[in-house]
């Protein structure tokens, strides 16, 4: 029996007898029946092992052997250190060793198991009773944990070359078996000879060294290249390196210096690294924790390598790790789709990748590659729309039973598949739930035309995305309905479209930030008013979320309020900037409001700490209007907003825009309105569309943006218009109605508006009305009125304003006795259209007379 230990010894490449704990027993008749079957695979396992391994490679699969075959938590080394005083770590396995108390050095003549087993060269074997009275061991958790402690050999001494430690939570401890198995992993460590502690070797090209108390680091050459450092300009610190490392990267890489995570083996992982041109490189490290022995610190030692050139392979655990930050910048459903597809088809060689969100009971594809319909099944191609017809989950058994059983369902070449799925993966078919919150979020399909092979790795890189996938669909979903309810929201604020202007084109853009929910505050508005009158309204509220676009719809809402209401520029802007302030918010806002005048090409405006407006002239040249300007809206609640004029001649083109357009980190707001002005010289304002398109095509998506813009053209035709005051006297009505008859037939000889033949025919008609709304006026009202009249294309408009902000109320059941209500029914009847509109306090009722014969 004593031969053959020797002769497996002698395989093992030790060359030397048996240790004394090998339990050798020639009474056995088999010793196959006498060991237990782990030892048998323990023993075929090593003699698996490469012979041209490196030393510290070697014993570290010999300690990995001890954690599969012998049942222990966690295995080490210890070898004596230089002076021979202390047992030193060489090398560890398995769970953080700190967890069960094993330290980094035993004194040798000291009551340590480890000592005791060093000096006396026979095994120790201690249970959670021993491991309590044992002064050394008290720093460990004594229930229900065993440690043992063999001696390995050094030549053909046992125990002069330290000891093997090893530590179970098996319940009983270390039976016969895993004594047995210890054993044999203790007899071979001691081949090749040990390693001593803090062995160095020539450091390779592509290699580091990094002494954990002074975060000094030794490289390689070829790892400073990758790095694109010189020789000369790296200083030794492992902070320039983390300092060219891609901040996202840097907790990841950070945390492979931890040394109780670094003590279950390697580590390895991607990260990337910033060049002088070019986007970042990605880099594979693999590094592993190597104890300094006795008065040397511990040090991380490993090799980095261009993750382009490296084999490419899906048990590559980085590939998820590009799959999760991919995913964390994912914004929105079609964004985590295409990340998905983008981490796993090339990775996988597959053909054809669907993923498919479950809304209610119906799958709903959301992205397929390749998206060509002739690469997928004819039975899909028949249903095509836009993307994948959605599809009853019931309708296909085998999509269904995988969300029920919530796990990764694999079909090999040749399986037999329902219809539905008959063709998307004839060499193979994986179909992968997307778990999210104990509920399934969709699921993704992976199919090849040729067979394929599906590895266990592979299955593991499967199931780690689709966890992954499955967070991120749900979270983009919900990202995407939040945006598609705020972008409703503001879509629903700003103007559907802009009328049609007498004498003039507007022109207007939004682009939303393509940050956080790509909605914000900026707002434009087309507001026509009366006597050819139109106010350009453009402002930006503070901030990016749903509150400001809210608050927007608000300022645009009042602007236009006090603006029909007739008040001048500064007015509208003043009355603007107090309910602002009034308002329970801290949001404030700017803007810039122009009124202009397309009868006579005069426009003025007011700013609230906003842009000026941009005009180009119709010989080419630009200027940026600057003016003085008031405080921001809503800051302080009785602010002057002085007002400022502008001359527009026929092919003047006047811009309104944000700072989202002319100011970004690289550029300041006055290099940005230079550049504008320049954009707008260069264009050519007959095409408005264009010029916009053109202005918004290097806009910052960082901020949102808006753009009016507005052609004057000047009116060809002028309106015809006359006031009078009525005073307060018994003939007021007379003179009115003679006020009128008279200017209507100075109009008619003049033939200078159109359909003047037509105003001595529709004489009657006229004075009628205008009897009847002045004689309202005078009845009804106090103060002041005022009959206008306006002969404009045909059409005369009389207007009659007085101080009451009381409108007109026509009556709806008026009896045969009845005196008076008469009035406004006539009015009605005579006129084309009738209304009223508030007027500074007071109102305007107005009727229009289409003047035919």
């Not at 010894?9 to 088999?30: E, F, I, K, M, Y």
């Not at 070797?201 to 450092?229: C, I, K, Q, W, Y």
């Not at 690294?273 to 030692?301: D, I, K």
């Not at 009249?789 to 207007?799: E, H, I, Q, S």
Request: proline share 7%.
């Amino acid at each position: 029996m004593g031969a053959d230990w020797a002769d497996r010894c002698r395989r093992n490449g030790t060359g030397a007898a048996p240790a004394p704990h090998t339990r050798c027993n020639d009474d056995v008749v088999s010793e196959d029946a006498r060991r237990g079957t782990r030892t048998l695979r323990a023993e075929l396992a090593l003699k698996t092992l490469p012979a041209d391994l490196d030393p510290r490679e070697y014993l570290r699969r010999v300690l990995e052997q001890a954690l599969v075959f012998a049942d222990v938590a966690t295995a080490a080394v210890y070898t004596p250190g230089d002076a021979g005083e202390l047992l030193c770590l060489v090398e560890s396995a398995g769970v953080p060793r700190t967890l069960y108390g094993l330290r980094d050095s035993y004194a040798v003549a000291g009551g340590s198991p480890a000592a005791e087993a060093h000096r006396t060269g026979r095994p120790v074997w201690f249970g959670p009773g021993e491991l309590a009275d044992c002064a050394e061991s008290r720093r460990m958790p004594t229930a229900d944990v065993h440690l043992a402690a063999l001696p390995v050999r050094a030549g053909a001494a046992v125990g002069d070359g330290g000891c093997l430690l090893a530590v179970t939570e098996s319940p009983g401890g270390f039976d016969d078996d895993a004594r047995d198995c210890l054993a044999l992993l203790a007899d071979a460590v001691a081949w090749p000879a040990p390693i001593a502690a803090g062995d160095q070797g020539e450091l390779p090209a592509n290699s580091f060294s990094l002494a954990m108390d002074t975060g000094r680091v030794e490289v390689g050459d070829e790892l400073l290249e990758l790095f694109a450092l010189d020789r000369t300009d790296f200083d030794g610190k492992v902070e320039t390196l983390l300092g060219l490392t891609v901040p996202e990267d840097l907790p990841s890489l950070m945390s492979v210096v931890e040394a109780d995570h670094m003590s279950i083996g390697d580590r390895e992982l991607e990260f990337r690294v910033l060049q002088p041109a070019g986007p970042p490189r990605w880099l594979r490290l693999r590094g592993r924790l190597v104890t300094g022995g006795e008065g040397r610190p511990a040090r991380l030692v490993g090799t980095v390598g261009d993750a382009s050139t490296l084999r490419s392979g899906v048990t590559d655990v980085a590939r998820v790790q590009r799959l999760a930050a991919a995913l964390a910048t994912a914004g929105t459903v079609r964004d985590v789709s295409q990340a998905v597809v983008t981490a796993l088809r090339e990775p996988l060689r597959a053909d054809r990748i669907a993923l498919a969100e479950l809304e209610n009971d119906r799958l709903v594809v959301t992205v397929l590659d390749p998206p060509e319909p002739e690469v997928w099944p004819e039975s899909w191609r028949l249903e095509w729309r836009s993307e994948w017809p959605e599809s009853p989950v019931r309708s296909m058994p085998t999509l269904a039973a995988a969300l029920r059983e919530g796990r990764a369902a694999i079909w090999p070449a040749g399986t037999e598949m329902e219809p539905a799925l008959d063709g998307v993966g004839p060499g193979g078919l994986a179909v992968l739930p997307l778990p999210a919150g104990g509920r399934m979020a969709g699921l993704c399909l992976i199919g090849w035309d040729s067979p394929h092979e599906f590895g266990t790795d592979e299955r593991a890189l499967l199931t780690a995305a689709a966890g992954l996938a499955g967070q991120a669909l749900t979270r983009a979903h919900a990202f995407d309905a939040e945006h598609e309810l705020v972008g409703m929201l503001q879509r629903s604020l700003l103007p559907r479209r802009l009328p049609k202007l007498p004498g003039g084109v507007a022109e207007a853009r939004y682009l939303p930030t393509t940050e956080g929910l790509e909605v914000g505050g900026d707002w434009y508005d087309v507001i026509p008013l009366p006597d050819n009158h139109v106010a350009l309204v453009i402002g930006d509220v503070q901030g990016h979320n749903a509150s400001a676009a809210t608050l927007m719809g608000q300022m645009r809402t009042a602007l236009r309020a006090y603006a029909v209401e007739g008040h001048p520029p500064d007015v509208v802007v003043s009355h603007s900037n107090r309910l602002l302030a009034d308002m329970e918010t801290d949001l404030f806002a700017t803007c810039c409001y122009v009124e202009v005048d397309m009868e006579e090409g005069t426009a003025w405006y007011v700013r609230a700490g906003h842009l000026p407006p941009v005009v180009r002239h119709p010989d080419g040249t630009t200027e940026v209007a600057e003016s003085d300007v008031g405080p921001p809206l809503g800051v302080l609640p009785r602010a002057d907003f002085p007002m400022s004029m502008l001359r527009l001649q026929p092919g003047t083109l006047l811009a309104l825009t944000t700072d989202g357009l002319v100011e970004s980190a690289e550029t300041d707001i006055e290099d940005g309105l230079a550049a504008l002005a320049a954009d707008l010289a260069a264009a050519d304002p007959a095409h408005l569309g264009l010029v916009a398109d053109a202005l918004l095509a290097g806009a910052n998506r960082n901020d949102d943006v808006a753009l009016l813009l507005l052609r004057y053209d000047g009116m060809e035709k002028r309106p015809l218009r006359e006031s009078w005051t009525v005073w307060r006297v018994p003939e007021a009505v007379r003179h009115a109605r003679r006020f009128s008859k008279r200017t209507l037939r100075t109009w008619s000889l003049s033939g200078e508006a159109g359909a003047q033949e037509h105003l001595e025919e529709n004489m009657d008609t006229v004075l009628l009305v205008v009897s009847e709304l002045v004689t309202n006026a005078l009845v009804h009202t106090d103060g002041q009125v005022r009959l206008d009249l306006t002969l404009f294309n045909g059409r005369l408009r009389v207007a009659v304003a007085d101080n009451s902000p009381r409108t007109p109320i026509r009556p709806t059941n008026l009896g045969w006795e009845a005196t008076g209500g008469r009035g406004m029914l006539l009015v009605e009847a005579m006129s084309a259209a009738w209304g009223t509109v508030p007027v500074s306090g007071g109102k305007q009722v107005w009727s229009e007379i289409v003047l035919e014969p």
